[in-house]
């Protein structure tokens, strides 16, 4: 009796101990058969996929799930979240979970059955980032996760079309030209701001610091630059403003024309200056006329040229006095002669005193 009862003791303890064992190592094989399943799945989020979308407007955030097994919707577990890990859409078993939804995304995606695909409405600025969809099926042993994917999402405004606006100060007199250029609504911040100035034969740029502000609430860009430039007022010139993007992406304004200045014409003579040169020409004239008179009058015959001529005239009558032999004659005509010269000389004194 004491063997046997020693025997069927060490039979309840032997199966007592090995009990637990075969319960581990079915457990762990268990374990050890979902983890091969999972770690055949091939994991799709290595690279991100880069998806663009434009302020206030529908992004998209893929999938991409190739659905080899023809699974319905009603196996599977179908979420979105964001780089938070905040959900922005759950599909359980075919029935949207609007509960796990965070707030901020609720009323604001849509799921495409046929490109599984999220599509994310009305997206800001903040709505920009890294965003993860997972698709799990579910099995008798659980849910086992058998597609993840990556995507960043890059949220764009574009910029208004720049305008140009002319600076009051400016006077026509001047060539210096007085602008400012702006922009507004855009994301994310421009590289440059400047403006273009081209005349027939030539083109020039004109740069400045280019002053930004950005709003609180949409984070969206505003843009300005104010310059002074030189313009050739003999030609022709048309100024564009141009906001470059990206190196190779530029937005320009609408073009500001420049027309050529006109000559200006000679300031008319004022009428003082045309009286003055009237009358001077007038005294030069009379000047002219008055030494012109002085000159015919000194070349006209005085007193002893007629005394001359009157002698000339003595010598011929006494040669006819010489053939008549008459002598009283000829000094009644000297006598003549001195009385005439007295008398001429008598009227140009006269006539000098006058």
């Known amino acids: 009796m004491g063997l046997r009862n020693t025997l069927i003791v060490m039979a309840l303890l032997l199966s007592a101990y090995t009990r637990p064992q075969a319960r581990k190592t079915f457990m762990k094989k268990k374990e ?18 880069k998806s663009h979308a434009f302020f206030n407007e529908t992004g998209e955030l893929p999938c991409h799930f190739p659905n080899t097994q023809n699974l319905s919707l009603d196996e599977l577990v179908i979420f979105w979240q964001d780089q938070n890990k905040l959900v922005l859409y759950e ?36 709505d920009t980032g890294s965003y993860q969809c997972f698709i799990h099926h579910r099995r008798s042993q659980g849910l086992v996760s058998i597609h993840q994917m990556s995507s ?25 030209i007085n602008l400012t250029c702006s922009s507004i609504q855009g994301y994310p911040e421009p590289q440059r701001m400047y403006v273009s100035l081209n005349t027939t034969n030539s083109s020039s740029t004109y740069d400045a610091v280019m002053k930004k502000s950005q709003s609180n609430i949409t984070e969206l860009y505003n843009v300005s630059i104010s310059v002074s430039f030189p313009i050739p007022p003999e030609t022709n010139v048309t100024i564009f403003c141009a906001l470059q993007l990206e190196p190779t992406k530029i937005i320009l304004s609408q ?7 006109s000559p200006v014409p000679s300031p008319p003579v004022p009428d003082h200056i045309l009286w003055i040169a009237a009358l001077l020409v007038t005294v030069v004239v009379s000047g002219m006329v008055f030494l012109t ?34 002598q009283e004659p000829e000094r009644s005509d000297e006598v003549q002669c001195d009385v005439n010269i007295s008398k001429t000389a008598s009227d140009s004194k006269s006539a000098t005193d006058f």
Not at 43 to 49: E, K, M, R, T, Y
Not at 96 to 116: L, M
């Open 293 to 326: 008179l002085k000159k015919r009058k000194k070349k006209q015959p005085g007193p002893s040229n007629e005394c001359e001529i009157i002698k000339v005239e003595e010598k011929e009558s006494e040669q006819t006095a010489k053939r008549v032999e008459l």
């Open 255 to 261: 073009p500001y024309n420049i027309d050529a200045k």
């Open 91 to 126: 599909l359980f078993k075919g029935q949207e979970k609007p509960n796990n939804v965070n707030p901020k995304y609720i009323g604001r995606t849509s799921f495409d059955q046929d490109s599984w695909t999220l599509r994310l409405h009305n997206v800001q600025i903040k």
């Open 152 to 176: 960043d999402l890059i949220v764009l405004a574009n910029f208004s079309q720049p305008e140009i606006r002319l600076i009051a100060n400016q006077t026509e007199k001047s060539n210096i």
């Open 32 to 49: 050890a058969s979902q983890l091969r399943t999972v770690s055949t799945v091939p994991f799709s989020g290595a690279a991100s996929l």
